[in-house]
């Protein structure tokens, strides 16, 4: 099931490795922009090389220049393990985070159809809870989201392949979902492996990898720089953006290091 066709006609193009820009597109793929009447609509879905990398913070920067930008905005996290209960309702810190960027507020059962106690593999927590993760009912609060908002930012849970049941994971998610994908690098030792495993598992699934956003985790990582090259001569699509190591990191700052200004669908500035 592909959710491109009914919600983002913009960005329902054949699956390609890298979106391609400029006037060279068939005119029904141009982008729509907000400036020429028509709200824009765009949906990403971040995902990343392992977990504590850095998805929420890039999800949250990519929400917050929406915002910045007058779009209509909703962050999403259909699956979160790890999650306590506070005045009776459960709180998980990503999906918080995620709806303290969005400007679209709906309610949390709907951002996080899948919200989990504990803080473990997401089918270990989900057997703990009872519950069954599912596609449908991700698919379907995806829809409800995408339909209230003008962009939409889906996070993903740990890296790319996580399981969610015996026959679920968190890939089979991505291509249910069919958004473009913005892989975030944990630039850490090991990153090379891990960002070029994750991209082979991307493109092989015939999903469209928008880009790439590296993260600094490691303020000791030793040679920073050439590992950096390393992925950008193998990566086939643009590196988007390159957050330092901030020690007290937020998604206003992070923004400023991210530049998604030419992807297809992105929206112009509204006045």
Not at 116 to 130: K, S
Not at 212 to 229: L, T
Not at 237 to 253: F, K, V
């Amino acid at each position: 099931m592909s959710l491109n066709d009914p919600v983002d006609p913009v960005l329902a193009a054949e699956p390609v490795l890298a979106p391609e820009l400029g006037p060279e597109l068939e005119p029904e793929l141009q982008p729509v922009l907000a400036a020429e009447g028509m709200p824009s609509h765009i949906s990403l879905f971040v995902t990343g090389t392992d977990t504590e990398i850095g998805k929420t913070l890039v999800s949250c920067a990519i929400l917050h220049t929406l915002v910045a930008a007058g779009v209509r905005a909703c962050g999403m996290k259909p699956v979160a393990a790890g999650a306590e209960l506070r005045d009776g309702v459960l709180h998980n810190e990503d999906a918080d985070m995620l709806i303290a960027a969005s400007n679209v507020h709906l309610p949390r059962n709907i951002t996080t159809p899948y919200m989990l106690r504990d803080a473990c593999a997401p089918h270990i927590a989900a057997a703990r809870d009872g519950v069954k993760i599912e596609a449908v009912p991700i698919i379907a609060a995806y829809t409800e989201v995408a339909a209230a908002s003008d962009a939409v930012v889906v996070e993903g849970v740990g890296g790319f392949r996580v399981p969610f049941s015996d026959d679920f994971d968190s890939a089979q998610m991505a291509e249910q979902l069919n958004l473009p994908v913005i892989l975030v690098v944990g630039l850490r030792l090991g990153c090379l492996s891990h960002a070029l495993l994750t991209i082979e598992a991307i493109v092989r699934r015939d999903l469209v990898l928008a880009g790439w956003v590296v993260n600094e985790i490691d303020p000791e990582m030793n040679f920073a720089d050439e590992n950096i090259a390393a992925l950008a001569a193998r990566i086939p699509a643009p590196m988007l953006g390159r957050i330092p190591y901030l020690e007290h990191a937020t998604a206003e700052e992070a923004a400023k290091f991210i530049n998604l200004a030419g992807l297809p669908g992105w929206p112009s500035r509204r006045d």
